[in-house]
T-cell receptor, first 115, second 120 residues
Framework: ETGVTQSPTHLIKTRGQQVTLRCSSQSGHNTVSWYQQALGQGPQFIFQYYREEENGRGNFPPRFSGLQFPNYSSELNVNALELDDSALYLC??????????????FGPGTRLTVL | AQKVTQAQTEISVVEKEDVTLDCVYETRDTTYYLFWYKQPPSGELVFLIRRNSFDEQNEISGRYSWNFQKSTSSFNFTITASQVVDSAVYFCALSEYGDAGGTSYGKLTFGQGTILTVHP
Protein backbone atom coordinates (compact mmCIF):
# COMPACT_ATOMS: atom_id res chain seq x y z
CA GLU A 1 0.00 0.00 0.00
CA THR A 2 1.48 3.33 -1.08
CA GLY A 3 1.29 6.15 1.45
CA VAL A 4 0.71 9.84 0.85
CA THR A 5 3.50 11.46 -1.12
CA GLN A 6 4.23 15.14 -1.67
CA SER A 7 6.51 17.06 -3.97
CA PRO A 8 8.73 18.91 -3.86
CA THR A 9 10.27 18.38 -0.44
CA HIS A 10 11.64 21.89 -0.17
CA LEU A 11 11.01 25.03 -2.16
CA ILE A 12 12.36 28.56 -2.04
CA LYS A 13 10.44 31.40 -3.69
CA THR A 14 10.47 35.16 -3.57
CA ARG A 15 7.64 37.43 -2.55
CA GLY A 16 5.06 37.91 -5.28
CA GLN A 17 5.80 34.67 -7.07
CA GLN A 18 3.41 31.77 -7.54
CA VAL A 19 3.92 28.19 -6.36
CA THR A 20 2.32 24.79 -7.01
CA LEU A 21 2.60 21.95 -4.53
CA ARG A 22 1.60 18.39 -5.38
CA CYS A 23 0.14 15.50 -3.44
CA SER A 24 -0.64 11.90 -4.28
CA SER A 25 -3.19 10.33 -1.98
CA GLN A 26 -2.88 6.97 -0.33
CA SER A 27 -4.10 4.08 -2.45
CA GLY A 28 -7.90 3.84 -2.29
CA HIS A 29 -8.42 7.28 -0.72
CA ASN A 30 -10.66 9.71 -2.60
CA THR A 31 -10.41 12.79 -0.39
CA VAL A 32 -7.50 15.16 0.03
CA SER A 33 -7.09 17.90 2.64
CA TRP A 34 -4.39 20.55 2.78
CA TYR A 35 -2.96 22.12 5.92
CA GLN A 36 -0.47 24.93 6.57
CA GLN A 37 1.86 24.54 9.55
CA ALA A 38 3.88 27.60 10.53
CA LEU A 39 6.99 27.04 12.61
CA GLY A 40 6.12 26.11 16.18
CA GLN A 41 2.39 25.98 15.49
CA GLY A 42 -0.22 23.33 14.89
CA PRO A 43 -1.42 22.69 11.33
CA GLN A 44 -4.24 24.88 10.05
CA PHE A 45 -6.86 23.62 7.63
CA ILE A 46 -6.72 25.25 4.19
CA PHE A 47 -9.30 23.24 2.22
CA GLN A 48 -10.46 19.78 1.27
CA TYR A 49 -11.18 18.20 -2.12
CA TYR A 50 -13.61 15.38 -2.79
CA ARG A 51 -14.72 14.20 -6.22
CA GLU A 52 -12.63 16.92 -7.81
CA GLU A 53 -14.51 19.70 -6.04
CA GLU A 54 -13.70 21.86 -3.04
CA ASN A 55 -15.52 20.35 -0.08
CA GLY A 56 -14.84 22.86 2.65
CA ARG A 57 -12.41 25.70 3.22
CA GLY A 58 -10.64 27.24 6.17
CA ASN A 59 -9.84 30.88 6.78
CA PHE A 60 -7.43 31.38 3.88
CA PRO A 61 -7.65 34.02 1.13
CA PRO A 62 -8.61 33.21 -2.47
CA ARG A 63 -4.98 33.31 -3.59
CA PHE A 64 -4.83 29.82 -2.07
CA SER A 65 -6.50 27.53 -4.57
CA GLY A 66 -6.47 23.87 -5.39
CA LEU A 67 -7.33 21.10 -7.79
CA GLN A 68 -8.09 17.42 -7.52
CA PHE A 69 -7.60 15.11 -10.46
CA PRO A 70 -9.53 11.96 -11.47
CA ASN A 71 -6.83 9.81 -9.89
CA TYR A 72 -7.48 11.69 -6.60
CA SER A 73 -4.10 13.42 -6.60
CA SER A 74 -4.20 17.10 -5.78
CA GLU A 75 -2.42 20.42 -6.23
CA LEU A 76 -2.22 23.43 -3.97
CA ASN A 77 -1.55 26.72 -5.73
CA VAL A 78 -0.58 29.91 -3.95
CA ASN A 79 -0.43 33.17 -5.89
CA ALA A 80 1.25 36.43 -4.94
CA LEU A 81 3.37 34.82 -2.26
CA GLU A 82 3.87 36.70 0.99
CA LEU A 83 6.57 36.24 3.62
CA ASP A 84 3.99 34.79 6.02
CA ASP A 85 3.29 31.97 3.58
CA SER A 86 6.58 30.39 4.66
CA ALA A 87 5.51 27.14 6.31
CA LEU A 88 5.30 23.38 6.07
CA TYR A 89 2.40 22.42 3.81
CA LEU A 90 0.86 19.10 4.67
CA CYS A 91 -1.43 17.01 2.54
CA UNK A 92 -3.70 14.37 4.07
CA UNK A 93 -5.84 11.77 2.38
CA UNK A 94 -8.88 9.96 3.71
CA UNK A 95 -11.82 7.87 2.61
CA UNK A 96 -15.35 8.59 1.55
CA UNK A 97 -15.79 12.34 1.55
CA UNK A 98 -13.56 12.98 4.50
CA UNK A 99 -16.19 12.78 7.20
CA UNK A 100 -15.04 13.71 10.72
CA UNK A 101 -14.75 10.09 11.77
CA UNK A 102 -12.28 9.29 9.06
CA UNK A 103 -8.65 9.03 9.97
CA UNK A 104 -6.51 11.32 7.85
CA UNK A 105 -3.18 10.01 6.63
CA PHE A 106 -0.56 12.70 6.24
CA GLY A 107 2.31 13.07 3.80
CA PRO A 108 5.80 14.26 4.76
CA GLY A 109 5.02 17.84 3.73
CA THR A 110 6.59 20.48 1.53
CA ARG A 111 8.71 23.11 3.27
CA LEU A 112 8.10 26.45 1.53
CA THR A 113 10.37 29.40 2.23
CA VAL A 114 9.40 32.81 0.88
CA LEU A 115 12.19 35.40 0.74
CA ALA B 1 -16.00 28.03 16.98
CA GLN B 2 -14.00 24.95 17.75
CA LYS B 3 -10.74 25.28 19.63
CA VAL B 4 -8.10 22.93 20.99
CA THR B 5 -5.71 23.94 23.76
CA GLN B 6 -2.57 22.11 24.75
CA ALA B 7 -1.28 24.03 27.74
CA GLN B 8 2.01 22.14 27.98
CA THR B 9 4.48 23.62 25.50
CA GLU B 10 7.36 21.29 26.36
CA ILE B 11 7.80 18.22 28.54
CA SER B 12 11.07 16.55 29.36
CA VAL B 13 11.27 13.11 30.99
CA VAL B 14 13.77 10.36 31.54
CA GLU B 15 13.29 7.06 29.78
CA LYS B 16 10.84 4.66 31.46
CA GLU B 17 8.92 7.46 33.13
CA ASP B 18 5.20 7.76 32.41
CA VAL B 19 4.10 11.00 30.79
CA THR B 20 0.66 12.53 30.32
CA LEU B 21 -0.12 15.10 27.64
CA ASP B 22 -3.08 17.36 28.33
CA CYS B 23 -5.70 18.50 25.85
CA VAL B 24 -8.78 20.65 26.35
CA TYR B 25 -11.23 21.35 23.55
CA GLU B 26 -14.18 23.60 22.80
CA THR B 27 -17.03 22.76 20.47
CA ARG B 28 -20.74 23.45 20.11
CA ASP B 29 -21.36 20.19 18.27
CA THR B 30 -22.73 17.14 20.04
CA THR B 31 -21.07 14.79 17.55
CA TYR B 32 -17.35 15.13 17.13
CA TYR B 33 -14.13 13.16 17.09
CA LEU B 34 -10.89 13.63 18.94
CA PHE B 35 -7.48 12.54 17.73
CA TRP B 36 -3.89 12.43 18.86
CA TYR B 37 -1.15 12.70 16.25
CA LYS B 38 2.62 12.45 16.64
CA GLN B 39 5.03 14.51 14.54
CA PRO B 40 8.63 13.28 14.58
CA PRO B 41 11.45 15.48 13.23
CA SER B 42 10.78 14.12 9.72
CA GLY B 43 7.60 16.24 9.72
CA GLU B 44 5.01 13.61 8.84
CA LEU B 45 2.02 13.50 11.17
CA VAL B 46 1.39 9.98 12.44
CA PHE B 47 -2.08 8.97 13.65
CA LEU B 48 -2.12 7.54 17.17
CA ILE B 49 -5.66 7.34 18.51
CA ARG B 50 -9.24 8.44 17.79
CA ARG B 51 -12.25 8.80 20.03
CA ASN B 52 -15.85 9.81 19.24
CA SER B 53 -17.95 12.02 21.46
CA PHE B 54 -20.35 9.22 22.39
CA ASP B 55 -17.74 6.88 23.76
CA GLU B 56 -16.14 7.97 27.00
CA GLN B 57 -14.70 4.57 27.76
CA ASN B 58 -11.01 4.95 28.37
CA GLU B 59 -8.72 2.40 26.82
CA ILE B 60 -5.19 1.20 26.75
CA SER B 61 -3.37 0.26 23.58
CA GLY B 62 0.10 -1.02 24.23
CA ARG B 63 2.02 1.78 25.96
CA TYR B 64 -0.64 4.34 25.03
CA SER B 65 -3.76 5.15 27.00
CA TRP B 66 -6.21 8.01 26.99
CA ASN B 67 -8.63 9.65 29.34
CA PHE B 68 -11.65 11.26 27.69
CA GLN B 69 -13.87 13.30 29.99
CA LYS B 70 -16.74 15.03 28.26
CA SER B 71 -17.75 16.88 31.42
CA THR B 72 -14.45 18.77 31.46
CA SER B 73 -13.89 18.71 27.68
CA SER B 74 -10.56 17.01 28.15
CA PHE B 75 -8.83 14.31 26.15
CA ASN B 76 -5.54 13.48 27.82
CA PHE B 77 -3.00 11.04 26.43
CA THR B 78 -0.54 8.97 28.46
CA ILE B 79 2.58 7.16 27.37
CA THR B 80 3.65 4.49 29.82
CA ALA B 81 7.32 3.60 30.23
CA SER B 82 8.47 6.27 27.77
CA GLN B 83 11.26 5.55 25.30
CA VAL B 84 13.70 7.81 23.47
CA VAL B 85 11.85 7.05 20.21
CA ASP B 86 8.76 8.70 21.70
CA SER B 87 10.48 12.08 21.41
CA ALA B 88 8.37 14.15 19.04
CA VAL B 89 5.73 16.87 18.92
CA TYR B 90 2.30 15.59 19.90
CA PHE B 91 -0.87 17.20 18.62
CA CYS B 92 -4.40 16.86 19.86
CA ALA B 93 -7.04 17.51 17.19
CA LEU B 94 -10.80 17.91 16.97
CA SER B 95 -12.94 16.96 13.99
CA GLU B 96 -16.53 18.01 13.46
CA TYR B 97 -19.10 17.99 10.72
CA GLY B 98 -18.45 21.12 8.70
CA ASP B 99 -20.82 23.51 7.06
CA ALA B 100 -19.84 23.34 3.40
CA GLY B 101 -23.23 23.85 1.80
CA GLY B 102 -24.68 20.89 3.63
CA THR B 103 -21.82 18.57 2.86
CA SER B 104 -20.02 17.24 5.85
CA TYR B 105 -16.25 17.18 5.90
CA GLY B 106 -13.62 16.30 8.41
CA LYS B 107 -11.71 19.49 9.02
CA LEU B 108 -9.16 18.90 11.77
CA THR B 109 -8.58 21.66 14.29
CA PHE B 110 -5.22 21.17 15.96
CA GLY B 111 -3.79 22.39 19.22
CA GLN B 112 -0.43 24.14 19.40
CA GLY B 113 1.38 20.89 20.13
CA THR B 114 3.49 19.62 23.01
CA ILE B 115 7.17 18.94 22.47
CA LEU B 116 8.08 15.74 24.29
CA THR B 117 11.75 14.95 24.89
CA VAL B 118 12.65 11.60 26.40
CA HIS B 119 16.21 11.43 27.69
CA PRO B 120 18.10 8.14 27.95
Amino acid sequence: ETGVTQSPTHLIKTRGQQVTLRCSSQSGHNTVSWYQQALGQGPQFIFQYYREEENGRGNFPPRFSGLQFPNYSSELNVNALELDDSALYLCASSLAGGGPHNEQFFGPGTRLTVL
Amino acid sequence: AQKVTQAQTEISVVEKEDVTLDCVYETRDTTYYLFWYKQPPSGELVFLIRRNSFDEQNEISGRYSWNFQKSTSSFNFTITASQVVDSAVYFCALSEYGDAGGTSYGKLTFGQGTILTVHP
